[in-house]
């Protein structure tokens, strides 16, 4: 089953049914993906869907994941520092090499620095592209 790993400015774009990229939720809460989550990005998402939406929704969602028998946890055991312009980001960079994931899907402009690392190799997509 495909991995990945999902940035928070995404999933606040998919978890509403009436969005566009609901796809990508749907897919994980069906089982068709597999999602690489860690402490630190479950924190993070828990931070900042409860402030753009409410407690009960972020704890909901939350829980989901947790709950999810296609979820991956990774605690990342090496800390690779590629994105020196927003450092908070390098824990979805970590959890995707430390968890064997396909791709992050991120809208964020610091994971561009990704294409020009060789090694370790890190893919990001777009969740348009998704």
């Known amino acids: 089953m495909r991995r990945v790993v999902i940035d928070t400015n995404c999933l606040l774009m998919c978890v509403s049914a009436k969005s566009p990229y609901h796809r990508?939720?749907?897919?994980?809460?069906?089982?068709?993906?597999?999602?690489?989550?860690?402490?630190?990005?479950?924190?993070?998402?828990?931070?900042?869907?409860?402030?753009y939406t409410n407690p009960w929704f972020a704890e909901v969602v939350v829980n989901t994941i947790v709950n999810n028998a296609t979820t991956v946890r990774v605690a990342p055991s090496y800390f690779f520092h590629l994105i020196q312009a927003d450092p908070?980001?390098?824990?979805?960079?970590?959890?995707?090499?430390?968890?064997?994931?396909?791709?992050?899907?991120?809208?964020?402009?610091?994971?561009?620095?990704?294409?020009?690392?060789?090694?370790?190799?890190?893919?990001?997509?777009?969740?348009?592209?998704?």
Do not use: Q
Request: proline share 1%; glycine share 2%; hydrophobic share 40%.
């Open 88 to 130: 908070d980001d390098n824990k979805f960079v970590d959890c995707a090499i430390c968890g064997n994931a396909e791709y992050i899907v991120s809208n964020d402009s610091h994971f561009r620095i990704l294409n020009t690392i060789s090694f370790p190799r890190v893919k990001v997509i777009r969740i348009e592209d998704y």
């Open 24 to 51: 990508v939720w749907t897919d994980f809460v069906e089982g068709r993906v597999s999602w690489c989550v860690s402490t630190e990005i479950l924190a993070e998402y828990m931070e900042i869907l409860s402030k």
